[in-house]
């Protein structure tokens, strides 16, 4: 059984005209999710790293930031600058997948890699044993407030038995349409980070929904082990 679910709150989902009263509202979470988006790679635009310097100043919570941008191996490096905890980048976006892994952690952050619900677990096979973390979309990225696809439970146990063969040890991250009614599964499928954005801060009280998230995840678990 893994007791060691991680809560990652999306501030995407939050009220952005009070961002610093909802960053207290998730001080218990493991993560802040800091959702990055160019219009290129994804249709929407977000936050770029002059917001991720003040939410570092702000607050304790590690960011893990998530780029959902064209060319990453260009435009990291401003996010590290900005203190950025844990930075992953779209194998998609991206045609020197090991170099940037590499150029990430000679900085000092974890590296992790995302693959699209449409791109095989497959193409991890030459780089989980470099990486930190994966990251499994559950949705296709771009927007907060969709549904959850359910074959991410299939690529979640290919990607345990990936991680089995080659005695690598990444944290799994899902991210999208995660709630205290699929967490569990989730987490059970493989996963140990749990990103969450409408289901966190869509709720009367994000605190309570950090820690109901936590006890489905880990209840779960405990009665499927
Ligand atoms: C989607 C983003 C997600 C999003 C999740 O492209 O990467 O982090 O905020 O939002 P929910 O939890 O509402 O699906
Ligand atoms: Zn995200």
Redesign the pocket.
């Known amino acids: 059984m893994n007791r060691d679910v991680r809560i990652?709150p999306?501030?995407?989902?939050a009220d952005q005209l009070r961002l610093a009263e909802q960053l207290e509202a998730i001080r218990t979470a493991d993560y802040v999710?800091f959702?990055v988006?160019d219009g290129v790679f994804?249709p929407?635009l977000t936050f770029g790293p002059g917001l991720l310097s003040q939410i570092k100043e702000f607050t304790d919570v590690p960011v893990d930031v998530?780029l959902?941008i064209s060319e990453p191996d260009r435009r990291f490096a401003a996010y590290l600058d900005a203190g950025a905890d844990i930075l992953t980048f779209h194998y998609e976006a991206q045609l020197h997948a090991h170099r940037t892994i590499y150029a990430i952690k000679d900085r000092g952050a974890k590296a992790a890699i995302a693959i699209n619900p449409g791109t095989p677990v497959s193409v991890l096979d030459s780089l989980i044993d470099d990486v930190d973390m994966v990251l499994i979309?559950?949705?296709?990225?771009?927007?907060?407030?969709?549904?959850?696809i359910p074959k991410t439970y299939d690529k979640l146990q290919q990607l345990k038995r990936m991680c089995v063969k080659h005695d690598a040890h990444p944290l799994v991250e899902v991210?999208?349409?995660?709630?205290a009614d699929n967490a569990g599964r989730i987490v059970t499928a493989g996963a140990q980070v749990l990103?969450?954005?409408?289901?966190?801060?869509?709720a009367p009280d994000p605190a309570r929904a950090i820690a109901d998230l936590r006890c489905a995840a880990t209840h779960t678990v405990e009665s499927e082990a």
Do not use: R
């Open positions: 990652a999306s501030i995407l989902a999710h959702d988006m994804v929407n998530h959902m979309m559950s949705v296709n990225p771009g927007f907060g407030g969709q549904s959850f991210d999208g349409g995660v709630t990103v969450a954005g409408s289901s966190v801060f869509k």
